[in-house]
């Protein structure tokens, strides 16, 4: 065989690319739980359902992912044939601030959308971060309110629960970027630019710690690679302030604001940002938010650039392990914030706005690292082909059970009987229907209860008990069929 694709002996190595993962029923019936769980949270807060298509133009998308520095880096981009660039969406917040724009007119305001869908990044994967994968989000457009955000956070808890969490196995943390542009301004730092790099070292912070980020704050980090990242080229007393900043979380949200009242110093936007999370931490504490599910902490910067002000940022809790059963921190499993700028790209007015985004597959990935089992995928009630001339009565009898509403499907195979009902137990199936040459005569139907199979051979150790015993098997009239797999069907 040859590694050459023009030759008509290639063949290629079947694999999936990096990053994009293969998710079978049991995966899929697990993110679809999540999805269904958290929409109901949203709808229950009365945010509505909005779905965009998954390219937008390139320049609509914009560069705000943390290493934009790099042309077209981060996303997966194409040419149109009118020669316009598009590129698949990295989140799903850029292509609502486009829909917004493009409909303002026509919309109730405040807007209040939420979305679920695939986006897709073009970095390196790793450890439950995959470059195809999907979001769950919800976004309230016109409200500068910071009732807005705090409302955003409660709902976003609740989110996190409905989707299979404890209220103690995860933690809400927020910031205001407003305090650290104080912080920045007091010290002299004026640049957008070098503002962005603080911003990126401070995001830093859980993965290099105060050291690692202390580099890149000043002069720069080389890494155990031996690759090099410039920095924010801070000077060591306003890297230290910066520092001393990002360490100023711990206690209740009131004692977090007054440390760091005291450490930013006064300057408009630091108290602007200060006033603003003290009317979140009074909406949240109206919403009944406990001081342990919502925390401020002011290491917490998120790395996209269009946030404006309050961030947030959600942590997972949750032991979880390894593929060698050592235990991981999992990390951040959702985050958001407000982005008051981002729609006036288009419309060159101001649009406040604020909303929250999880990834469904990265928590699916999470409860799977924390030993929670993938939902099994119910298989349907496989009827049993025993030969060609019954295939009729196979198929009438499929057609029963799924105008019942029952899964149900014909065994299509070449294999005997023993191979099919293996299949049906690897399906996972509640049931097999036979209907053999004794059945159809007597006008009858075997029925084999497979759950409860299942359930009585976890304690036998007897083979032949178990083969005589016959667990689970009753034979009905033909009439019958549909009442009596509807009774195993209900009880899974």
């Given at each position: 065989m040859t590694d050459d694709p023009k030759t008509p002996d290639f063949r290629p190595e079947a694999r999936a690319p990096k990053g994009f993962a293969d998710r079978r029923a049991g995966d899929l019936a697990g993110q679809r739980a999540i999805i269904e769980a958290v929409s109901a949270v949203y709808e229950r807060y009365g945010f509505q359902a909005l779905d965009t298509g998954a390219f937008e133009y390139a320049d609509a998308l914009g560069k705000f992912l943390p290493?934009?520095?790099?042309?077209?880096?981060?996303?997966?981009?194409?040419?149109?044939?009118?020669?316009?660039?598009?590129?698949?969406?990295?989140?799903?917040?850029?292509?609502?601030?486009?829909?917004?724009?493009?409909?303002?007119?026509?919309?109730?305001?405040?807007?209040?959308?939420?979305?679920?869908?695939?986006?897709?990044?073009?970095?390196?994967?790793?450890?439950?971060?995959?470059?195809?994968?999907?979001?769950?989000?919800?976004?309230?457009?016109?409200?500068?309110?910071?009732?807005?955000?705090?409302e955003i956070i409660a709902m976003a808890l609740e989110g996190l629960q409905a989707a299979g969490l404890d209220r103690s196995q995860a933690v809400i943390r927020i910031n205001n970027r407003k305090l650290l542009n104080g912080l920045l301004t007091g010290a002299g730092v004026t640049g957008e630019a070098q503002r962005l790099a603080v911003l990126r070292a401070v995001d830093k912070l859980d993965r290099l710690g105060p050291d690692g980020v202390r580099y890149l704050l000043g002069e720069g980090r080389k890494d155990e690679s031996g690759a090099f990242t410039p920095g924010a080229k801070l000077n060591a007393k306003a890297a230290e302030q910066v520092l001393a900043f990002t360490a100023g979380g711990g206690g209740s949200r009131g004692e977090t604001l007054d440390r760091l009242a005291s450490v930013i110093g006064a300057s408009p936007e630091g108290d602007e940002g200060l006033k603003e999370l003290s009317l979140i931490a009074a909406a949240l504490n109206s919403l009944g938010v406990g001081e342990d599910e919502a925390t401020?902490?002011?290491?917490?910067?998120?790395?996209?650039?269009?946030?404006?002000?309050?961030?947030?940022?959600?942590?997972?809790?949750?032991?979880?392990?390894?593929?060698?059963?050592?235990?991981?921190?999992?990390?951040?499993?959702?985050?958001?914030?407000?982005?008051?700028?981002?729609?006036?790209?288009?419309?060159?007015?101001?649009?406040?706005?604020?909303?929250?985004?999880?990834?469904?597959?990265?928590?699916?990935?999470?409860?799977?690292?924390?030993g929670r089992p993938s939902l099994a995928s119910r298989g349907p009630v496989v009827i049993i082909a025993f030969d060609q001339a019954g295939m009729g009565?196979?198929?009438?009898?499929?057609?029963?059970?799924?105008?019942?509403?029952?899964?149900?499907?014909?065994?299509?195979?070449?294999?005997?009987?023993?191979?099919?009902?293996?299949?049906?137990?690897?399906?996972?199936?509640?049931?097999?229907?036979?209907?053999?040459?004794?059945?159809?005569?007597?006008?009858?139907?075997?029925?084999?209860?497979?759950?409860?199979?299942?359930?009585?051979?976890?304690?036998?150790?007897?083979?032949?008990?178990?083969?005589?015993?016959?667990?689970?098997?009753?034979?009905?009239?033909?009439?019958?069929?549909?009442?009596?797999?509807?009774?195993?069907?209900?009880?899974?």
């Open positions: 290493d934009a520095e790099r042309p077209n880096a981060g996303v997966f981009a194409l040419q149109d044939d009118d020669d316009q660039w598009m590129a698949l969406r990295y989140d799903l917040t850029a292509p609502l601030a486009r829909f917004a724009a493009e409909n303002w007119q026509a919309l109730p305001k405040p807007f209040r959308r939420y979305a679920v869908g695939t986006v897709w990044r073009n970095e390196k994967p790793g450890p439950g971060r995959f470059r195809e994968f999907v979001q769950c989000d919800a976004d309230t457009v016109g409200s500068d309110r910071p009732e807005a955000d705090a401020f902490e002011p290491s917490i910067v998120r790395g996209l650039e269009y946030y404006t002000g309050a961030v947030f940022e959600a942590e997972l809790l949750l032991e979880t392990l390894d593929e060698a059963g050592k235990p991981m921190r999992f990390g951040s499993i959702g985050g958001g914030g407000r982005y008051d700028d981002l729609i006036a790209r288009f419309t060159g007015e101001r649009t406040p706005a604020t909303g929250f985004s999880f990834g469904v597959s990265r928590l699916a990935a999470a409860l799977a690292a924390a009565e196979y198929f009438a009898a499929c057609a029963q059970l799924r105008a019942a509403g029952i899964a149900a499907e014909v065994y299509l195979g070449s294999s005997g009987m023993k191979a099919q009902m293996k299949y049906a137990d690897r399906r996972n199936s509640p049931a097999a229907v036979i209907l053999g040459g004794d059945e159809l005569a007597a006008g009858t139907v075997t029925i084999k209860d497979l759950d409860l199979g299942r359930k009585l051979a976890e304690g036998l150790t007897d083979h032949g008990a178990w083969a005589q015993g016959r667990p689970g098997q009753q034979t009905v009239a033909r009439a019958d069929l549909v009442g009596a797999v509807r009774a195993i069907v209900d009880q899974a």
